[in-house]
């Protein structure tokens, strides 16, 4: 069978470990090539220029985009991503499975570019899988993670525009199960069908337990200016009326502490 010359568009929740899964599959065949993407992001420790990705400055990537120089574009984060087009269509002409991996704004633009395209989601198997991943990573701040994770949420919402689903249980497992899905296995593709009962059960479940994170993390820093607030005004209130003569109390940074250092004051 021939099985060269496929496009494959692979994305996934950031953590999903889509990145690892492509280096497996790169090891075990050799028919695969990968486009390397520009971005405006910064380089994250042991990734060099050239290699995860072309590093660029906001205009010299915005100049790339006048130039006609993408296949195809999108903001993820705060930041620009784009796939350099004459690679692909190189590959292309070369007969070679090229992997693009690429988020899901970029994929469905593939997707109408080239309609023959295999659009392939990525997903660990449950939403706490997938923060446990994210934070094990150890090299985003909190705030990346906590902005990777609600985008984590909008992007589930477009997963059954995808053709394939395929649930990364293990790596190795994952890249076999992709390398079929390239071979047109029928019956991998009919177990990772984007249509397959069981895959949109999955994807449900993690919908749901993603809007939940990030609903628990609305509350909590609601908690948190609350109880910040409500420290500084007792302590305008007790300056207005004159009740204290203690210098002002610090408002700022943990609530916990402003509320330990005001009991201790009042005493
Ligand atoms: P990261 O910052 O974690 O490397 O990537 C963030 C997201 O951008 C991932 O979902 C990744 O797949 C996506 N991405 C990487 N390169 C491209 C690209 O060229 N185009 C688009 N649309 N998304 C990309």
Redesign the pocket.
Known sequence: MNNQGTLLV?????GAG??TVIKELLKEHDNYSL?I???T?KP?EGEQDGR??FFKTKEEFEDMISRGR?L???Q??N?Y????RDYVEEQIKANRNVI????????L?VKKIFPEAVLVFITPPDADELEKRLRGRGTEDEETIIA?LRKAAK?SEGVEKYDYIVINDTVKECAVCIDDITHRKEDVLAECSADNADNIKVINQIRQDLKNINLRRVIYVTSIIFRINGSCKQQSRRRRTGSSTEPLLNCQGDSRESKADYRCKIS
């Not at 692979?10 to 950031?14: K, T």
């Not at 991503?81 to 350099?84: E, H, K």
């Not at 693009?100 to 994929?107: H, Q």
């Open positions: 692979v994305s996934g929740f950031s889509k990145g486009s993407s520009a971005t992001r994250r995860e990705y993408f195809e574009h999108a993820y984060v930041n991503y784009g796939t350099p693009l991996e690429i988020e899901s704004v970029g994929a633009n990777r992007e």
